[in-house]
């Protein structure tokens, strides 16, 4: 079956440069999770979707970070002008929401690289 | 201010014996606590869980222990196999909450 998938694997953008993260969640998977995992760093919560409700965007670390969901399912994390301390691998997690613990399926990640 | 605390970054064990992997957190109100295991190049996949009304959860060769008076969290591993080298992720979060904090992660290698 088909897990989350994410993409591109890897991504190496010139400081200043705009990039653009993709994440496909699980089919009826309702909430989904961003993360970045900077060396040596545990998992940063970025921003959380569930269903039709406001994003929680408390994680996001500037203005220069956003995140959309279309259609409750594909997201993208767009990061604006990016700077050396961005580089870091960026996870996207789903959930069925209404499991007891949240569970959360995760991605392989995109390795970004600010160069 | 890291919330949840894996102070060892790695560990090695002998195939056969027995793994502990701790887990500290300093937020009372944390009502969840997860443990996530992580190869190379993938995601973190889930591992086992416990509610905080609870003491032990079990699930075949893999225990969780939360000790609430501590803030202290455990995986034991037993008995340990070398597929079971990984990095492992814990992670805990509030009822009311959307967010989950992890830890920095422990690094296991099980020797055969």
């Known amino acids: 079956g088909a897990g989350v998938s994410q993409s591109p694997s890897n991504k190496v953008t010139e400081k200043g440069k705009d990039v653009e993260l993709r994440c496909d969640p699980i089919?009826?998977?309702?909430?989904l999770y961003w993360y970045r995992q900077s060396l040596g760093q545990g998992l940063e919560f970025l921003i959380y979707?569930?269903?039709?409700?406001?994003?929680?965007k408390s994680g996001l670390p500037s203005d220069r970070f956003s995140a959309e969901r279309t259609g409750g399912s594909v997201s993208t994390l767009t990061i604006q002008r990016t700077q050396q301390e961005d580089s870091a691998v960026y996870l996207c997690?789903?959930?069925?929401?209404?499991?007891?613990?949240?569970?959360?399926?995760f991605g392989p990640g995109t390795r970004l690289t600010v160069l | 201010d890291q919330q949840v605390k894996q102070n060892s970054p790695s560990l090695s064990v002998q195939e056969g014996r027995i793994s502990i992997l701790n887990c500290d957190y300093t937020?009372?109100?944390?009502?969840?606590f997860l443990w996530y295991k992580k190869y190379p190049a993938e995601g973190p996949t889930f591992l086992i869980s416990?509610?905080?009304?609870?003491d032990k959860n079990e699930d075949g060769r893999f225990t969780v222990f939360l000790n609430k008076s501590a803030k202290h969290l455990s995986l034991h591993i037993v008995p340990s196999q070398p597929g079971d080298s990984a990095v492992y992720f814990c992670?805990?979060?509030?009822?009311?909450?959307?967010?989950?904090?992890f830890g920095t992660g422990t690094s296991l290698t099980v020797i055969p």
């Open positions: 997690a789903s959930s069925l929401f209404g499991r007891s613990y949240n569970e959360q399926f």
């Open positions: 089919s009826g998977h309702t909430a």
């Open positions: 979707f569930q269903g039709n409700s406001a994003p929680d």
């Open positions: 937020n009372s109100m944390f009502d969840y």
């Open positions: 416990i509610s905080s009304i609870k």
């Open positions: 992670a805990s979060r509030q009822n009311t909450g959307n967010q989950f904090y």
